[in-house]
């Protein structure tokens, strides 16, 4: 039986949702993009600075997954972000678990957690944006149901890294 417990995310979480943020992006990406580029993405600083002001502001929501007093992952969703989209569209803006905790039941406990908060919020579809790239989070949403929109495939530039992503859509429920 998993320990793993999902909770609402306080200041105090920033810098572990960095450091995991961090570490699970550049194993996600070791390989696929070149490795000067993957040092452009690793500053813990940048990313627990954007990650505190989420938290404080709740744009998104965020929700960590602690197994034990250890912080191994965290969501953040809110309304989906893109143009045209309808009120009732939420969107998961980022899902991470620290490798040492991959394929551990991290990811649904964080996906069912965002699920139950997004039907709070009144939406009744769910979005998020995966690189085309990164097999594992391709799975990983696959496997809780999202279907990919392949006619929105966009290129997206993080940490001047050029990517290729594609939107992924669910019901909330069903």
């Given at each position: 039986m998993s320990s793993i417990q999902v909770r609402p995310a306080t200041l105090r979480d920033a810098k572990a949702i960095a450091q995991v943020h961090?570490?699970?992006?550049?194993?996600?990406?070791?390989?696929?993009?070149?490795?000067?580029?993957?040092k452009s993405m690793s500053s813990v600083e940048k990313?627990?600075?954007y990650w505190r002001e989420a938290i404080?502001?709740?744009?998104?929501?965020?929700?960590?997954?602690?197994?034990?007093?250890?912080?191994?992952?965290?969501?953040?969703?809110?309304?989906?972000?893109?143009?045209?989209?309808?009120?009732?569209?939420?969107?998961i803006w980022a899902i991470y678990a620290a490798p040492t905790h991959w394929n551990k039941g991290v990811g649904?406990?964080?996906w069912?957690?965002?699920?139950?908060?997004?039907?709070?919020?009144?939406?009744?579809?769910v979005t998020s944006w995966v690189p085309l790239r990164n097999e594992r989070a391709l799975r990983f949403h696959e496997?809780?149901?999202?279907?990919?929109?392949?006619?929105?495939?966009?290129?997206?530039?993080?940490?001047?890294?050029?990517?290729?992503?594609?939107?992924?859509?669910?019901p909330v429920h069903g």
């Amino acid at each position: 039986m998993s320990s793993i417990q999902v909770r609402p995310a306080t200041l105090r979480d920033a810098k572990a949702i960095a450091q995991v943020h961090t570490a699970s992006a550049l194993e996600a990406y070791r390989g696929l993009v070149p490795d000067d580029q993957l040092k452009s993405m690793s500053s813990v600083e940048k990313r627990q600075a954007y990650w505190r002001e989420a938290i404080e502001y709740c744009e998104p929501q965020v929700q960590v997954a602690v197994d034990g007093d250890k912080i191994v992952g965290f969501i953040g969703f809110d309304r989906s972000r893109d143009e045209k989209s309808r009120p009732t569209t939420g969107e998961i803006w980022a899902i991470y678990a620290a490798p040492t905790h991959w394929n551990k039941g991290v990811g649904l406990a964080l996906w069912d957690a965002a699920r139950d908060g997004l039907q709070e919020e009144g939406c009744t579809s769910v979005t998020s944006w995966v690189p085309l790239r990164n097999e594992r989070a391709l799975r990983f949403h696959e496997m809780a149901g999202f279907k990919r929109e392949m006619t929105t495939a966009k290129t997206h530039v993080v940490g001047g890294v050029k990517v290729e992503e594609v939107r992924l859509k669910r019901p909330v429920h069903g």
